[in-house]
């Protein structure tokens, strides 16, 4: 059975940083690109980041590059997420979710975890 779960809830402050970690099961971890996709309240999905299975290549989109930094452990079935620097902006549900290939998407997802950034 596929697995993806996410680490629980987080609250900080804006100009805060917070670390969202998901772990994996049920697939060979290490062949799959794991993805990060966000959900604010009343908008669409949105492919935060992604790394590619061995961890050589990422994908930020713009409003997150240079805050966000996407990393993966292979032996631990790990992903992280590290946020640096969070608006409220960044306020959303954030969905760990796991593909095959990027052109395809993910097609195995985490249940979701919030993230509010508010003072």
């Known amino acids: 059975e596929v697995q993806v779960v996410e680490s629980g809830e987080g609250l900080v402050q804006p100009g805060g940083s917070l670390r969202r970690s998901c772990a994996a099961s049920g697939f060979t971890f290490s062949s799959r690109f794991m993805s990060w996709v966000r959900q604010a309240p009343g908008k669409g999905l949105e492919w935060v980041s992604y790394i590619n299975s061995g961890g050589g290549s990422t994908y930020y989109e713009d409003a997150v590059k240079g805050r966000f930094t996407i990393s993966r452990d292979n032996a631990k079935k790990t992903v992280y997420l590290q946020m640096n620097s969070l608006k409220p902006e960044d306020t959303a549900v954030y969905y760990c979710?796991?593909?095959?290939?990027?052109?395809?998407?993910?097609?195995?997802w985490g249940q979701g975890t919030q993230v509010t950034v508010s003072s």
């Open positions: 979710a796991s593909g095959r290939t990027v052109v395809v998407g993910p097609t195995d």
